[in-house]
């Protein structure tokens, strides 16, 4: 890999979610009239050390088969103060603070699961890598071929870098890059 390459990739550090999933025998926050979506900065906790709640982002995630459950992501600074509280302690804070925002239902859960990205050895974090100040400026050829080999991955797209669409747009745009380079004009 040439060196402007890695040192582009040594300058981008993932972001950090812990994502939780909880599943519930039914879905108490429709039959509420509410969309089970919630967007919080954590709000105030008592759990010493920690300087908020762990909420970040709750999404319904009902399955297509109808198991109703909420996923959501304990993001950023507060993922990383909250990972260091043991896993019991993390959990009762999210579903209080669910039952908070939803109603006492939500403190009793069929299932609680949970997944600290920036504990995945080939990923690093969630949800995206991210440039430090001045890589962008410094980096200028970050997509450019190395020789035979062409850069496809999700941070090279030119829009939504970092998501499956921008892992997309990357993949076509490198392939026309190598249809290009194997039969110019």
């Known amino acids: 890999m040439p060196e402007i ?12 979610f812990t994502k939780f999933n909880i599943i519930y025998d039914k879905a108490y926050w429709l039959e509420e009239g509410l969309s089970g979506e919630l967007t919080s900065n954590g709000g105030k ?4 050390g920690i300087s908020a709640g762990p909420l970040g982002i709750v999404f319904d995630a009902t399955t297509d088969n109808g198991v109703p459950a909420l ?19 993390r959990k009762r804070a999210v579903l209080e603070d669910l039952a908070k ?7 009793n859960p069929v299932l609680y699961t949970e997944k600290n ?4 050895p080939y990923a690093g974090g969630c949800p995206v890598a991210y440039n430090v100040p001045g890589v962008a400026f410094s980096f200028k050829s970050f997509r450019e071929p190395h020789g035979r080999v ?3 991955g999700t941070e090279s797209a030119t829009k939504w870098a970092g998501y ?4 997309i747009q990357a993949g076509e745009r490198a392939a026309a890059e190598v249809i290009h380079n194997l039969f110019p004009g």
């Open 5 to 16: 390459r890695r040192l582009f990739l040594n300058h981008m550090p993932m972001g950090h």
């Open 45 to 48: 906790t008592f759990v010493p």
């Open 71 to 89: 996923v959501g992501f304990i993001a950023a600074k507060n993922g990383v103060e909250w990972n260091e509280v043991d896993r019991e302690v």
């Open 101 to 107: 925002a939803f109603g006492p239902w939500a403190l």
């Open 117 to 120: 990205w920036s504990e995945e």
């Open 150 to 152: 062409f850069w496809a």
């Open 164 to 167: 499956i669409s921008g892992g």
